[in-house]
């Protein structure tokens, strides 16, 4: 089983739409996980983190699933500039950097396409 | 605020050419510093990162090399390039000795022909 795994997607809405992707990871360790938004030949740019409780950023809500091992991420009333290859991240531990802890995981991500 | 600069943003080198690429952060002290690299339609793969001046850990066999010679300066270099090593090469930064979040540069697109 791949360390993060998305759905590559894409996934094509209308304007205003709803959309969620999930996002797995297999490290039932992990501690921090985010979302990042990479737009075409750009580099990826932190959205949002993810907490345990859930959290809110105006239209962009992120959940996180500890039991089945997935985060969400759902876009409210999609926009044209909203049009991009989104990230999940997983951190496999919190602890301190040694080794390899500490660095993040990506997964390959899900492009989101809003047409008008 | 903090800044990240990389460059050169866009480079064509042959195969068995050398190769540096340059990173420096800006606004913060001691930060980590990392290298990934981006094959085209692939997920990022770290290749180095270094929790401080000359500290430098390697995360897959490979041809290339990092240095970080200050401490906001972060370099990736090759002896001698093969056509694989083409891709998008991006440096980011965090701080703090935790996991946390890593903000990248604008990245650099190696055509290796």
């Known amino acids: 089983r791949k360390e993060v795994e998305q759905d590559p997607g894409p996934f094509n809405v209308p304007e205003g739409a709803t959309v969620a992707f999930n996002c797995t990871y297999s490290?039932?360790?992990?501690?921090?996980f985010f979302w990042y938004r990479q737009d075409c030949r750009k580099e990826p740019k932190l959205l949002m983190s993810?907490?345990?409780s859930g959290n809110e950023d105006g239209r962009f809500t992120a959940q996180l699933n500890r039991a089945s091992q997935y985060i969400s991420l759902l876009i409210r009333d999609s926009k044209l500039s909203d049009s991009a290859t989104y990230l999940c991240?997983?951190?496999?531990?919190?602890?301190?950097?040694?080794?390899?802890?500490?660095?993040?995981?990506f997964g390959k991500g899900t492009k989101l396409s809003v047409k008008p | 605020s903090q800044t990240i600069h990389q460059w050169p943003a866009t480079l064509v080198q042959p195969v068995g050419s050398p190769l540096s690429l340059e990173c420096t952060v800006e606004?913060?002290?001691?930060?980590?510093l990392y290298w990934y690299r981006q094959a085209a339609g692939r997920g990022l793969q770290l290749l180095f990162y270094?929790?401080?001046?000359?500290?430098i850990s390697s995360e897959v066999p490979q041809n290339l090399s990092a240095s970080r010679p200050q401490d906001r300066q972060f370099i990736l270099s090759s002896k001698k390039l093969l056509l694989s090593d083409s891709g998008f090469y991006l440096c980011?930064?965090?701080?703090?000795?935790?996991?946390?979040?890593?903000?990248f540069g604008p990245g650099t697109r190696l055509t290796v022909t």
């Open positions: 980011a930064w965090s701080v703090g000795r935790t996991a946390r979040a890593q903000y």
């Open positions: 490290n039932s360790a992990s501690q921090s």
């Open positions: 993810v907490y345990s």
């Open positions: 991240v997983v951190i496999p531990t919190g602890g301190n950097y040694g080794g390899s802890q500490g660095n993040l995981i």
């Open positions: 606004g913060t002290s001691n930060p980590n």
């Open positions: 270094s929790v401080g001046i000359g500290q």
